[in-house]
């Protein structure tokens, strides 16, 4: 049964949910841009049979507030505010592209606190060509303001992330969605290199790894979160 939740973090609310034995190790899930906790539905349940695992809206996301200040390295506050709120110390953390960039700035500003890191289909922190996204029509579950935001930071992106990866010291997991993905593959690759013991498992089935092969994401996670 689901736990939704909230937290206050220097004066913003995140929304998160909580499954999992009370007692278990903590595993905590970072999802992609615009998405938001409920999209772990999927794969939470194989997960939690032996995790606590905990799901959080990032600001700007689902339920958690909209406070119109955006950035990743915000987002990176925020998770760390999170688990110090919660009382967690050292987490195992899967993040999903926006949230994976966010998963390995935690890593690697705070590598006490990051037992385990598990990347799905996150892009090397180098410039890309820029576009403008288009606004989707209707209302939407997340703040067009930190798309804007953050999508800045990913095409031009602070040239210390991509020097700090060698400062993670968590056992690290990349997941790659192979040549249906739109994230550039060989960036993907380079990223498991730049961190120390890193290593890449390809599941081909695109950007959406969890989704359109929930089986494989389980099978490749559950035995790298048991590894010694």
């Known amino acids: 049964m689901v736990d939704q939740r909230s937290v206050d973090v220097d004066g913003v609310s995140l929304a998160f949910r909580i499954w999992g034995p009370p007692d278990a190790s903590p595993l905590v899930l970072l999802h992609a841009l615009g998405e938001d906790a409920t999209d772990w539905e999927v794969v939470v349940p194989a997960l939690a049979r032996s995790r606590r695992v905990y799901a959080l809206d990032l600001r700007g996301h689902g339920r958690s507030d909209w406070p119109g200040d955006y950035s990743l390295e915000l987002m990176q506050a925020d998770v760390l505010q999170f688990l110090d709120a919660l009382g967690l110390g050292t987490v195992d953390l899967i993040g999903h592209s926006l949230g994976g960039i966010v998963a390995y700035l935690l890593a690697e500003n705070h590598p006490q606190r990051v037992s385990r890191?598990?990347?799905?289909?996150?892009?090397?922190?180098?410039?890309?060509?820029?576009?403008?996204?288009?606004?989707?029509?209707?209302?939407?579950?997340?703040?067009?303001?930190?798309?804007?935001?953050?999508?800045?930071?990913?095409?031009?992106?602070?040239?210390?992330?991509?020097?700090?990866?060698?400062?993670?010291?968590?056992?690290?997991?990349?997941?790659?969605?192979?040549?249906?993905?739109?994230?550039?593959?060989?960036?993907?690759?380079?990223?498991?290199?730049?961190?120390?013991?890193?290593?890449?498992?390809?599941i081909p089935v695109g950007h959406l790894i969890h989704h359109a092969a929930p089986e494989l994401f389980i099978e490749a996670v559950s035995a790298f979160l048991l590894e010694d």
């Open 117 to 202: 890191l598990v990347l799905e289909d996150v892009p090397v922190p180098r410039p890309r060509e820029k576009t403008t996204p288009t606004r989707p029509d209707g209302v939407l579950t997340f703040d067009w303001e930190m798309v804007s935001a953050v999508r800045r930071q990913i095409d031009v992106p602070d040239p210390r992330w991509l020097e700090r990866l060698s400062q993670i010291t968590a056992k690290t997991l990349v997941l790659a969605g192979g040549p249906q993905s739109h994230v550039p593959q060989d960036g993907v690759a380079e990223l498991a290199r730049r961190i120390p013991g890193g290593r890449v498992v390809t």
